[in-house]
């Protein structure tokens, strides 16, 4: 299996993303000329003239060449890296919503990131090795699974993209339920780490809920350790309120019970936290994956929902963007980088 995700491609026309943290975006500085093309810039993250920018809120490290280009930004405590890569463009039409455009692509470090990591052997080679690649990234493998996208199957024969449903049909015609997870929609019994096994349910088949997608694209498809359960553990918890509460990752946006207004400090790849059912108990019951600013200027995600009958980055049953007013921009609470 692991052989057959190494070779995956994008699919590409699904989604695009763009990302920008406490005004840097990965590309350019602000107040620079345009970047050079994603070419020059993995040459340069080969060569020693690189300089390493501590920043703060959170705290981590910007990696900048020569021309001045960002090509990374890593974040302490988390391994979600985002790199300067080719320009890409991706829509959902169907659904509606402004396309994102970006040149940014979100890849997990081999280790967390913490002060100085610049200077351990593994770094150099990663670097160089990831910037500007086209391999598929963390937003690649998000985009398989929206609307319409293709069935692909690995050397096995495992569905491991494609159009994703939601889950299976309520009672007497219903919404329907949750508790779809990524081992659902594969159709492959799961052992974790903790030797607890979970089989899928037949019915349930190419479906994930909100948490079952964020666990099919960070863990499935980009290896980021996934648990069993909702306890604290080193890996990604079953639930979207676990994932906020004892999850592992960077504390970008605490839950203060009101939406944040610092969306400046958002990156791509994020996950974000809403309260969708405004209960009495104020408890996170929603997941999403940032991807950035839309060509229409909005903060706008990817999540699965019941109304869209899967993920989408589209606008049907609710805008998907954090800074409109809408349902989802007034229920978010929270963001975590991993």
Sequence with gaps: MSSALRTRRVVMGLLAVVVGGSGIVVGQLRDDPPAPAAPESRVAAASAD????????????????????????????????????????????????????????????????????????????????????TEPDVLAYAAEYLDGAPERRDADGVRVGGDARFGPPGPNGGPSPENSDFYDYLGVTWRFADR??????????????????????????????????????????????????????AVVLPDTGVPPTNLAALQAGDLLFFDLDRAPDRRIDHVAIYLGRDEAGKARFVSSRRRADGPTLGDLGGTSVLDDGGHYARSFRAAKRL
Excluded at 206 to 228: E, I, K, M
Aim: charged content about 25%; hydrophobic content about 35%.
């Design 50 to 133: 690189l300089r390493f920018l501590r920043r703060e809120a959170p705290p981590g490290t910007t990696v900048v060449d020569v021309a001045g280009t960002v090509l990374a930004t890593l974040t302490d405590g988390a391994r979600t890296a985002t790199l300067d890569g080719p320009p890409r463009t991706f829509a959902e039409p169907q659904f509606g919503g402004a396309p994102v455009t970006t040149r940014v692509w979100v890849r997990l470090l081999p280790h967390e990131w913490r002060p100085g990591a610049e200077n351990e052997p593994w770094f150099r080679p990663w670097l160089a090795e990831s910037v500007g690649s």
């Design 196 to 249: 607890q096994v979970r089989r899928p349910e037949r019915e349930r088949y190419g479906a994930v809920d909100c948490s079952g997608f964020v666990r099919l694209v960070y863990g499935y498809r980009a290896g980021y350790p996934l648990l069993s359960g909702e306890r604290p553990g080193p890996g990604l918890p079953r639930r979207a309120r676990a994932m906020a509460e004892v999850g592992p990752g």
